[in-house]
């Protein structure tokens, strides 16, 4: 059974930092691309980031870039996102998510990644 379980989130003022994590079980890890994404009320939903573990491969779109860092420790089959600065616009639901094709986990595909996370809230108060 394949199982992306994150790390849970939390409420931090703007400014603030925290770090999430996403487990992965059930696939075999370095053939995916694990993402994140987010979704705030009445928004559409927003890749943020991902990460190829096998080449270490990463993209982050202009709107958290020098912000947002992924990172992947291959030998527990996680990838962790470091969100730094945050701000009350980045409020909202982060997933993480798997595809074996890059452009579909990074969010840069109309198609959505084949295996999500069950998501975790993310509140940035100003």
């Known amino acids: 059974e394949v199982q992306l379980v994150e790390s849970a989130g939390g409420l931090v003022q703007a400014g603030g930092s925290l770090r999430l994590s996403c487990t992965a079980s059930?696939?075999?890890?370095?053939?995916?691309?694990i993402g994140w994404f987010r979704q705030a009320p009445g928004k559409e939903r927003e890749g943020v980031s991902c990460?190829?573990?096998?080449?270490?491969?990463?993209y982050y779109p202009d709107s958290v870039k020098g912000r947002f860092t992924i990172s992947s420790d291959n030998a527990k089959n996680t990838v962790f996102l470091q969100l730094d600065s945050l701000q009350p616009e980045d409020t909202a639901v982060y997933h993480c998510?798997?595809?074996?094709?890059?452009?579909?986990?990074?969010?840069?595909?109309?198609?959505?990644?084949?295996?999500w996370g069950q998501g975790t809230q993310v509140t940035v108060s100003s």
């Open positions: 059930g696939f075999t890890f370095d053939e995916y691309t």
């Open positions: 990460i190829n573990p096998r080449d270490g491969a990463i």
């Open positions: 998510a798997a595809d074996q094709f890059w452009k579909i986990a990074c969010g840069r595909s109309s198609l959505s990644p084949n295996y």
